[in-house]
DNA sequence: ACTTTGTCCGACTAATTTGATCGGAGACCT
DNA sequence: AGGTCTCCGATCAAATTAGTCGGACAAAGT
């Protein structure tokens, strides 16, 4: 319940990996590529592009064609937030329908519906926690251990 | 995304009804049955009923056979929050599976996931989030129409 | 300048989850 | 004791999601 998709996952670890490895070689300004992270996670690659297309659609990475293209970031990781990358990948986030004002849901018991206002509550307070953390935030909340052999980042234990 | 099912809106609906019912007539402590809260909302009778059928067996409210038989509160709406409603309906909740401990997600990418750690953060906040809520609350927190032409609840204020 | 290679991009198919349904078992009232 | 109304578990259909395939584009290398 609650589980976000695995594309949203894929993105999320996508856009925190390219943040690393800009961040690290913030002189090089380093392009990686989607096969590249794809074989680091172990994530299909056709699949992990779709999503990469997605974000490069909402603007939140720039896409370079060709040899030696691939993805950066578009703007600075702590000016991404969560809930960006979310709606950027599966559509406006919300826990209910009725919500997003559009037309075609109706939802009938919404004359009955006695749990409508509470609800909006929770989803609010959920999508400014969703928008109040940004990958930078990902990167630094993670002990991303300090030496780093050789690409790897691994990982978080505790 | 994030949306909840529907099976957890109906339940949440059907939790908030029998709860209203119950706050009227405290006196008579009317049992209600599915078909009544079913027709009152306008979902499928039987759907209702399953979600109804994990509410008893979760323990969240008692379950009386028979004609005359029905729902009713196992505990005092105030000690009924949301997480413990949406886990009784879909499972446990997590936005992702790696939080479980159990066995069968295994995900692959665990050794390298640089954002299990941040996520489970996120988790954490929203798991406090819908914990601190009640079925309560769903009924104070919510104004209500003050008009309510036929049967109704109305109440409660505060 | 052309070919060749490697990348991004959009549409299609398969699988899992969710929504809804049906028949049976148990309990109360007459 | 019979009938009726209710809850209950298993089954089926629809929708969403996960994953795959081939084409289009751009930059190197020759």
Known sequence: MLKLSK????GLMALQYIASVQFDDVARAR????KEIAEEYHIPVELLAKVLQALAKHGLVESQN?????????????????????????????IADCYHDKEESVC????????RTPLRKVQDSIYQLLNSMTVEDMMGGTPLITIQPTTTAEGVER
């Open 7 to 10: 594309k949203a996952d894929y």
């Open 31 to 34: 392009i990686v590529n989607t």
């Open 66 to 94: 060709g040899p030696k293209g691939g993805y950066l970031l578009a703007r600075n990781a702590g000016a991404i937030t969560i809930a960006q990358v979310l709606e950027a990948i599966e559509g406006p986030l919300g």
């Open 108 to 115: 009938v018991q919404r004359e009955h519906c006695n749990i």
